[in-house]
């Protein structure tokens, strides 16, 4: 019997820069900046589960507005790639924005970039981050749209210890209700698993925080969920991550990934463990990884389950 051809779709549509973002504007940069800095120190931090932030308003309107045309643009069939971590039950799609060289683009790399945007998020998380670690640090290849179909769930986890700090940006494309955006951002879960609902899925929104021993997070979608990830990541710890020996990395009793969580909070202590007084001995006993990929799989229950 042949194996049925896929269904036809239209091809692609050539991207089209949005009015005023035909040229790079170093003093558009600048007052970008300016809007994200004031965003940053405005939002009160968030300590439970764990320390994040839930900033609203991320982006000036114009930008929000020129990266949302420009993921809708390139959320098509012909465009986008298999992601294959949120869970091995099934596939997300993604689009990768680590080469992109459209404006939009480059505005929210060049802002986030920026070494006093960074020490405005670092000195939230970390205690007096050296600069010579603000300087290191860049942006992951990980940078992209992700676009999550409804009523999946993305593997409860902790993010590799060379990530420093995560950030997911929301760009819902409907009118989402109150239950909604409750239910469709980012959730954080306690050392205990219970899910804590402290973000919400709403328009030029980002949910912040940083990886440590116990900051398990996921996702349960009712709605299409379409993101945007990204990543600050020191690159010499993560060419010595990839070169830990797989035994220790994706097999029990993954010490591999509490040994590099350890080692880094050691060199850069977090404002987290110093003001709740926990331990990092302590924290690593109770880590409760037990998957390859950093992952926390629960027996029989639903992740994203209440």
């Known amino acids: 019997m042949e194996t049925p051809a896929p269904p036809e779709t239209d091809p692609a549509p050539a991207y089209t820069v949005p009015s005023g973002f035909e040229e790079w504007d170093s003093q558009r940069l600048a007052g970008y900046k300016t809007h994200v800095l004031a965003a940053i120190r405005a939002t009160q931090l968030g300590r ?35 992601r294959r971590q949120d869970n091995p039950e099934f596939v997300n799609r993604r689009f990768s924005l680590h080469q992109s060289d459209d404006l939009p683009i480059q505005y929210v790399r ?27 640090v860049a942006i992951h290849n990980e940078f992209e749209y992700t676009f999550t179909l409804g009523e999946r769930f993305q593997t409860v986890h902790l993010d590799i210890p060379p990530k420093y700090m995560s950030f997911v940006f929301y760009l819902p494309q409907t009118a989402v209700s109150d239950e909604d955006e409750l239910r469709n951002a980012t959730i954080l879960y306690d050392r205990d698993l219970e899910p804590h609902r402290v973000a919400r899925y709403r328009r030029n929104t ?88 950093g992952r926390v799989v629960q027996n029989a229950v639903s992740p994203g389950a209440d």
């Open 206 to 293: 980002v949910c912040v925080f940083v990886p440590h021993f116990a900051s398990y997070h996921g996702f349960d979608s009712t709605i299409p969920r379409d993101a945007l990830v990204m990543f600050y990541v020191d690159p010499e710890e993560l060419t010595s991550w990839r070169a830990i020996p797989p035994e220790r990395r994706d097999y029990p009793p993954y010490d591999g990934i509490t040994a590099a969580i350890k080692a880094k909070l050691e060199r850069y202590p977090l404002h987290e463990y110093g003001e709740k007084g926990l331990s990092l001995d302590r924290e690593a006993e109770r880590c409760r990884v037990n998957a390859p990929q």
């Open 48 to 82: 439970e589960p764990f320390y994040h932030l839930f900033i609203e308003s991320i982006l000036p309107s114009e930008l929000y507005d020129a990266v949302e045309h420009h993921m809708i643009a390139h959320k098509h069939p012909d465009l986008m790639q298999p």
């Open 110 to 136: 060049a802002l986030f970039s920026d070494v006093d945007v960074k020490r405005s998020f670092f000195e939230r998380f970390y205690l007096d981050p050296p600069s010579e670690l603000l300087d290191r």
